[in-house]
């Protein structure tokens, strides 16, 4: 079984400052990587994928995301973050048995941007 | 649809009611997801759909929650007798099909159980 693990629940930053939010996660098989970013009443939003191939990841809104397998890590990081980033985001990995994507998520970070 | 539709976006109940939650899906998504969102928690998987059939429920917490999908397309979560702990934000999400790596989520019903 998989599991993830969201090592901070809440982290506040000042506008235009870079952040990095931290996941590891738990498998003893490959898998696929995934942050989704959640605002607020609104659904989930793909903000990018490790599924192989190169480590670093670049996804929308000027967020990156680097697959570490010896750590287990796949932390997510963004040079400069605006208000608008404000949002709860979670990571999520997943094993992709017969095109079946049964997403096991971490608990949260809450990334609040503070003027 | 352009996206995941899910209806309604908040339902409040009294516990010991029947409640169904509803879900369409992105047109031509053959498969269909169930997720349960508690307050401060990620999501949790509920259920999965492949085209009409129930591919794996090992989600749903016990025999009150049930799920169909009788044309390969709505998909209708239903809760009997709601308990207290029933409330959270029901989200559904679907992709093309196998061989899709990304779910599309919709903006979830949120379940308030008094």
């Known amino acids: 079984a998989q599991s993830v693990t969201q090592l901070d629940s809440q982290v506040p930053v000042f506008e235009e400052a870079p952040v990095e939010l931290r996941c590891n996660y738990s498998?003893?098989?490959?898998?696929?990587l995934f942050w989704y970013v959640q605002y607020p009443n609104q659904g989930l939003q793909l903000l990018l994928k490790y599924l192989s191939g190169s480590t670093l990841v670049k996804g929308i809104n000027g967020f990156e995301a680097e697959f570490n397998k010896s750590q287990t890590s796949f932390h997510l990081r963004k040079p400069s973050v605006h208000i608008s980033d404000t949002a709860e985001y979670f990571c999520?990995?997943?094993?992709?048995?017969?095109?079946?994507?049964?997403?096991?998520f971490g608990q949260g970070t809450r990334l609040t941007i503070n003027p | 649809g352009a996206g995941v539709s899910q209806t309604p976006s908040n339902k409040v109940t009294e516990k010991g009611k029947y409640v169904e939650l509803r879900c369409d899906p992105i047109s031509g998504h053959t498969a269909l997801y169930w997720y349960r969102q508690s307050l401060g928690q990620g999501p949790e998987f509920l259920i999965y759909f492949q085209g009409t059939g129930a591919a794996d429920d090992s989600g749903l917490p016990n025999d009150r929650f049930f799920a169909v999908r009788p044309e390969g397309s709505v998909s209708t979560l239903k809760i009997q007798r709601t308990e207290r702990g029933d409330s959270a934000v029901y989200l559904c999400?679907?992709?093309?099909?196998?061989?899709?790596?990304?779910?599309?989520f919709g903006a979830g019903s949120r379940l308030t159980v008094l």
């Open positions: 498998s003893s098989v490959s898998v696929y």
């Open positions: 999520a990995v997943s094993r992709p048995i017969q095109g079946a994507q049964k997403l096991v």
């Open positions: 999400a679907s992709h093309p099909g196998p061989g899709a790596n990304v779910l599309t």
